[in-house]
């Protein structure tokens, strides 16, 4: 069983950068990863997710903003945050998934609110 544990979340400006960190109990390199968020009042949506091969894609208004990176050797998953708007306000959530058994980890979340 994988723990999650995201940080790096706060209140930042229009225009601002964050940069968020999950750290798992164990190892992740047979992990697909994911960043998801979910805004006041919205579903959670995926944000950002990476293979086992390093491989990202992103969804929605955050391509060309957000880059989500790994590094095995420190069991860490990475979400950087640039150019960030108020509709990026949302509590932003880690996803691991177990990939040759299909279990889903999630960590408990870290709020990030954009707000002049």
């Known amino acids: 069983q994988v723990q999650l544990v995201e940080s790096g979340g706060g209140l930042v400006q229009p225009g601002g950068s964050l940069s968020l960190s999950c750290v798992a109990s164990g190892s992740i390199s047979s992990h697909v990863m994911s960043w998801y968020r979910r805004a006041p009042g919205k579903q959670r949506e995926l944000v950002a997710r990476i293979s086992l091969g390093g491989e990202a894609n992103y969804w929605g208004s955050v391509k060309g903003r957000f880059t989500i990176s790994r590094d095995n050797a420190k069991n860490t998953v990475y979400l950087q945050m640039n150019s960030l708007k108020p509709e990026d306000t949302a509590v932003y959530y880690c996803?691991?998934?177990?990939?040759?058994?299909?279990?889903?980890?999630w960590g408990q979340g870290t709020q990030v609110t954009v707000s002049s």
């Open positions: 996803n691991a998934l177990e990939f040759a058994v299909g279990t889903v980890y």
